[in-house]
């Protein structure tokens, strides 16, 4: 018996060898028929060797969706491979290539509570644009790459760099900025690490998404040149910096043509002068025809077939749409798929790492975090002298706000204001305002332990008044909620929220207002308080981060994205012009019979934001690129290098403690160019300095923004003659000036 259990072993292990080798021989094989699966050959010899096998079947299969996982409207038989995601486009199995599963991004996955899952919360894409910090952004991108893959995601869907033109659009807080350079930068350095997770990335609305009001038919006007140097330049820099796999096109349209047809931007513009070589895929529902929207550059339909699925084949089959035409759609899918990674790497579902995720969303809020007044240093908080501390409104005893739409994270646990939450443990419902557990009020009693911190709701402004005028501080806690598919009503906080802050500060003198928004505030109430602090919409930490900010342990380094007017009557459009009335069920059904004679004249062509202030002599509340410290720095021995078209020069903190300053570089036109009358950001870097110490920085400036466009010739050039320099710590303070010669 034991000499025949050793030969049933040994037969055993000879029948596993060959089966071994048998199975070897067999991926030899199938290595050899499909020599796309080398990775040593680049994505684009990779998507031409697929191409050249797929049926025009298989290649429209890639052209369009299937469906979503929870919308009715748009359910179809194939929305259960949808992963709980935002869409779901069909692979080739027979050839390797994986399905695209997508999920809406933005500032982290969608929908997790409702399947079961988990997702961080970052700040929102504005506030981490408020770090200006590349790196940042980097870790931001990081986090959300690698938690759509431990949830079975392959695709991104967010990315979101349009220009905040108008500082009341509902999606503001997607968004990164009204500078191209800074924008441009932050988005792409984010999605650049997101996709490096083997993920398809996507850079969206591609462009001009200014405003929710009509967004399915509103026609942003603009001239090409000033499109060019404005919005276009900031997807331009992102697109570079991130090499993404897609670019979603916007709903609106653009000097008449829809986003998603437009032979402009799509062709001209993305595929021809700037060679983008991956697809464009529509907003959902944001296509309107087959042949014109092929033609024009879009690849692919979302979130079904509408256009794109048997009227495409159809247009094939009379000689409407060439088949080069199909093929040029299907080979930028395939070259997005081999370009990210995840044909030779897909997603393994797994656990995410949640402390990995709360760490990087702490330490990114804790740089975005932007003090915008500090009168009498009454921050940070002095435990010393500060004893009693009223804590008012918010909802500060339970939690912070996030930004709605389909950029919403699911709050773990639920919505932290129970009246708020329709959705509960499970999905959030659109339109909800959503808080999550993230207690200001608890986390600053765990950073001051011996100070007495007492809440009051502030529904009772009398109540908070008395409790704030027997404290030795007083912080107001303010929001301002936001979503996709609406736009503000204003910049001011509720009426209500203002006369709050009103009372309390008439009833201390010492009183902070800490600011949850997406977008600018108006401040009535400016002069009336000490302090004030823009947390944004802070992610799910950040109560620990804003805590930090308070008590001292983190010196606020954050500067505006954006400008904060006084008053909406100082932007260059003081109301957003009202939509014509239509019928809902055109919005997602009859696209032909959407309103046409709807428009925005961006008159101010490429003056968006700090520029059209300065163009126009407005002070503002708050410029672009303000924020301030704990502690003071200055600028001195200013050099510019015109051949090198570098500037130097050396900050020093001047104060008593470690900080970051961004040091930023603008420069004007020269006197007679058309656009002499602002500066314009060409460069910035964060240095971190110990207090007393010093830093001497090189920057280069960046051509691309002193170049302006040719609208006749279709081409850039310099104008020549001496260009101001100006640097310093915001858009309005720049004590160092020199000159940069371009002949």
Known sequence: MQIRTRSSKFFLALVALGALISGASAMVAQEAARPWMDPKLSPEERAEMVLKQLTLDEKLALLHGNGMAHEKWWTMPLT??????????????????????MSDAAYGVRDSAANGRYSTAMPSNLGAASSWDPDAACAYGTVIGQELRAQGFDMTLGGGVDLVREPRNGRTFEYTGEDPLLAGTMDGSMMKCEQAQHVVGDIKHYVMNDQETGRNFVSAILSKKALQESDLLAFHIAISIANPGAIMCSYNRINGDYACENPYTLHDVLKESWGFKGFVLSDWGGTHSTVAASAAGLDQEQPMANFFGPKLKEAVAAGQVPLAEIDDHARRVLYAEFLSGIVDDPPQTSVVDVVKGLETAQRVEEE?????KNDGAILPIDPSRVHSIAIVGGHA??????????AQVDAPGGNAVADQGKGGKGRTHWHENVWFRTSPLEALQAKLPNTKIVFDPGTDPKSAAALASKSDLAIVFAYQWESEGMDLASLSLSADQNALIEQVAAANPHTIVVLESGTAVTMPWIDRVAGVVEAWYAGSSGHKALAGVLAGEVNPSGKLPITFPKDENDLPHPVIPSAPPRDPATDMGNRAALPKNYTVNYNEGAEAGYKWFEAEHKQPLFPFGFGLSYTSYEYSGLSVDSAARTVRFTVANTGKRAGAEIAEVYAQLPQGADESSYKRLVGWKRISLAAGASETVVIPIDSRVLATFDEAHNNWSFAPGDYGVFVGGSSDSTPLTGILQIR
Not at 400 to 405: D, E, L
Request: aromatic share 6%.
């Open 80 to 101: 259960q491979f949808a992963n709980g995601g935002a869409g779901y486009v069909e692979g080739i199995p027979r050839l390797g290539i994986p399905p695209l599963i």
């Open 368 to 372: 975005s975090i932007v003090l915008l």
């Open 397 to 406: 005893d339970l939690g912070m706000i996030s930004g709605g739409g389909s």
